[in-house]
């Protein structure tokens, strides 16, 4: 069954400024992740947050986690018309932690 | 280059027909799993192995089987009892979270899309 739900489903914005995404979920968590996905390609990862940790930087992207509203967010920096593509966050569960349960995705389109 | 490798990229199944998708890593990752993705939606997880000759049940194996032989391949059957198997259909491989790969992601081929004739 799906856990994380992303929210918007959909963003439009400018080269230029910043984008966030927003995922719920709703059991306890070992880790949270969030991949990147071109139209037709795979999924790629790009960052991990574990339960014990509030916040992790990579380059343009800054995670949150928020434990006790079971929530996080990922923020672009400084969108490129390159970062067009559907972002996706994963839960592994506590105590289920063979799999990793994904939610429906953020389609972000940059516009030049 | 490590990584993992679908094919075929485009398969077409008539009525009646198993069709079998290849998944080959070279990433001597222990666990491998088959996802399906339907338009705009995630992914749903068809079936997972941890183990050379050992696999489970996702949330959605009926009318799927798999085969682990070997570390490296991971293929997925689609019989003729899945009645709806249009949609694109992801492998991806990890360290086996159960061994102390459960902080670490899962890698993904690029997909191989499956229509009805």
């Known amino acids: 069954s799906q856990q994380g739900e992303e929210d918007p489903q959909a963003l439009s914005i400018q080269e230029g400024e910043n984008a966030t995404m927003n995922c719920s979920y709703k059991?306890?968590?070992?880790?949270l992740q969030w991949y990147r996905q071109n139209s037709g390609r795979g999924l790629v990862h790009l960052i991990l947050?574990?339960?014990?940790?509030r916040e992790k930087h990579s380059g343009r992207l800054r995670v949150t986690l928020d434990t006790s509203k079971k929530s996080s967010s990922l923020l672009i920096t400084a969108s490129r018309a390159a970062d067009t593509a559907s972002y996706f966050c994963a839960t592994r569960r506590q105590g289920g932690s063979e799999k990793l349960v994904f939610g429906k995705g953020t389609k972000l389109t940059v516009n030049p | 280059d490590g990584g993992i490798t679908q094919s075929p990229k485009y398969l077409f199944r008539k009525e009646g027909q198993n069709v079998t998708l290849s998944c080959e890593q070279n990433l001597n990752h222990d666990a491998m799993y088959w996802y399906r993705q339907d338009p705009g939606q995630g992914l749903r997880l068809i079936y997972y192995?941890?183990?050379?000759?050992?696999?489970q049940k996702g949330d959605i194996a009926e009318g799927y089987s798999v085969s682990r032989e070997k570390k490296e391949s991971f293929p997925l059957t689609v019989t003729s009892a899945q009645k709806n198997p249009t949609a694109f259909y992801l492998c991806a491989s990890s360290a086996d979270p159960s061994r102390g790969g459960v902080n670490q992601p899962q890698h993904f081929g690029d997909g191989t899309r499956l229509s009805i004739l």
């Open positions: 059991t306890s968590i070992n880790n």
């Open positions: 192995s941890q183990i050379v000759n050992d696999f």
């Open positions: 947050i574990r339960s014990n940790e």
